[in-house]
């Protein structure tokens, strides 16, 4: 807990250095030493032992160098590619010369940094460029939740640990799972019509076209957007997550993202509890609340499912508490009072 909290009083440095020097004349050079590994060290990797941070790495079958080598047991595990800060990291050249020297010596994990911003790729995924790249921080939009994360995937505890293979595993399989679930629900796929048709109670006679229709509607009221973003660590603990307290900023972003999305059902969800004068909602009243706020006379119990898996989904992936109450059977609702004035003033 030590190294983290001093690492974030460095990063805030860093980060109050960054906004110094941007649109100045910053080489490439003085951007690895001011910036980069300036936060190196202080993720405990040290950089004076070129056994542990090897600069200017080459490998024997490779003509060309990487800016660094994070070593492990006498095997790079991660190679950084530096460049200078007013860079802005969106040239196609510079994402191949990341990926492809890693992936040609046989090291998976890489690195394209300006010291502002760090991209992270997967070189060995099986992926166009796009989809190799699996996490992004811009240091200089980061708050101390964000450093942390950035702790928990780049520290020499977090790479000995093997957290950079979980947090890519989770990103990868989340969009992976969300696109298929989105396409399906989008496409009204007829094998999802049939499973459903073969799961259900035969007495009911479900025809298709009605069930095509239930999907349509549910697809509506599925918050995709909130299952997916901000995936983070995937090898936390169920305690860990659900012990973590929300701060206001993390809040702030969430709710941003909601809006940002025009995600009404859950926005409605959330204004309606916090606004109205009985502390706990049941369900069926919810139900019908939702439905009359966001004028959907069809909202449903699998609307408000897909509501709440996106509120979980999103608590989980940010490594947070969950921010409602639910009863055991699921039929009365609430949030925790720590957070109704936060959430009131952010709708």
């Known amino acids: 807990m030590q190294n983290s909290n001093n690492f974030i009083k460095v990063f805030n ?10 649109g100045k004349k910053i080489s490439e050079n003085d951007t690895k030493e001011v910036l980069i590994s300036r936060l190196l060290r202080e993720l405990s990797w040290n950089i004076y032992d070129p056994q542990e941070v090897k600069r200017e790495y080459k490998h024997k079958n490779h003509p060309d160098s990487a800016d660094f080598a994070l070593i492990l047991n006498n095997k790079p595990v991660l190679l950084i590619e530096a460049k200078e800060l007013n860079n802005l990291l969106d040239n196609v050249k510079d994402w191949s010369q990341a990926m492809n020297y890693a992936s040609n010596v046989g090291i998976k994990w890489s690195i394209l940094t300006n010291g502002n911003r760090y991209l992270f790729f997967n070189s060995n995924a099986q992926e166009d460029y796009e989809n190799k790249l699996f996490k992004e921080f811009h240091i200089e939009k980061m708050n101390d939740s964000d450093a942390l994360e950035f702790y928990n995937i780049l520290s020499k505890e977090s790479i000995s640990r093997g957290n950079i293979e979980n947090i890519w595993k989770h990103e990868y399989y989340t969009k992976t799972i969300l696109d298929i679930i989105q396409n399906l629900f989008n496409e009204s796929d007829m094998g999802l019509v049939n499973l459903i048709k073969k799961k259900s109670n035969p007495e009911m006679k479900m025809k298709k076209e009605d069930i095509i229709t239930v999907i349509t509607s549910i697809k509506d009221n599925i918050d995709f957007q909130s299952l997916g973003v901000d995936a983070d660590e995937a090898d936390l603990s169920e305690k860990e997550i659900y012990t973590m307290e929300w701060d206001k ?3 702030k972003k969430y709710f941003n993202t909601l809006k940002k999305y025009n995600k009404r059902s859950t926005l409605g969800f959330f204004s309606i509890l916090v606004n109205s004068n009985v502390t706990i909602i049941k369900r069926k009243d919810l139900i019908n609340q939702i439905g009359e706020k966001i004028n959907n006379p069809s909202f449903n119990g699998y609307g408000l499912s897909g509501v709440l898996a996106g509120i979980t989904m999103n608590c989980n992936n940010n490594k947070k ?7 055991e059977n699921r039929k009365e609702f609430s949030i925790k009072d720590k957070y109704k004035e936060i959430i009131k003033s952010l709708l």
């Open 321 to 327: 508490e969950i921010i409602i109450n639910k009863s």
């Open 249 to 251: 900023e993390s809040l």
């Open 13 to 22: 440095e860093v980060k109050n250095s960054i906004k110094s020097l941007t």
